[in-house]
């Protein structure tokens, strides 16, 4: 796909990114009903975050792809979690997510981060991680404590 290109993401693409994260987390997937005012805000919380690196994946100039990258101190150094990333629902499985996890990749090794990780739900994307180098953590569970 030669009309892809993956940048940094700048405070112009959040509306676009807002449409995009709506749409991603709306799908059979997630089956989450993101209302498009709450996707903004979580959009705005992460750009306005310090320590988040934000990646847009765009198609002719559109924005179709996005991925957040947490820096977190950690006891021997930083690590990274990926808060966040997604490739709308149309252009999926078009290695527009391989070409944003490779970004993702390479800022990792630039900062010298420890570890990266995701958390994702179950039946997701799991297969789709390990494709692309994550293994299935060891030492960690998730807990959830829901209403």
């Not at 988040?52 to 021997?76: D, E, I, M, R």
């Amino acid at each position: 796909m030669s009309a892809l290109q993956i940048r940094a993401a700048r405070r112009q693409d959040l509306q676009a990114l807002a449409l995009v994260y709506q749409a991603v987390f709306s799908a059979a997937a997630f089956k989450e009903k993101w209302p498009l005012k709450q996707a903004e805000k979580r959009i705005s919380q992460l750009f306005n975050s310090p320590e988040t690196l934000a990646w847009t994946a765009s198609v002719y100039g559109q924005p179709v792809g996005f991925a957040f990258l947490v820096l977190k101190q950690g006891y021997n150094g930083f690590y990274g979690e990926l808060a966040e990333w997604g490739v709308h629902p149309y252009f999926q499985k078009q290695g527009i997510g391989a070409a944003l996890l490779k970004a993702v990749k390479a800022a990792r090794k630039q900062k010298k981060l420890k570890n990266l990780y995701s958390l994702v739900y179950q039946g997701t994307f799991e297969k789709f991680l390990e494709k692309n180098g994550f293994k299935l953590s060891e030492r960690s569970l998730v807990f959830s404590l829901a209403r």
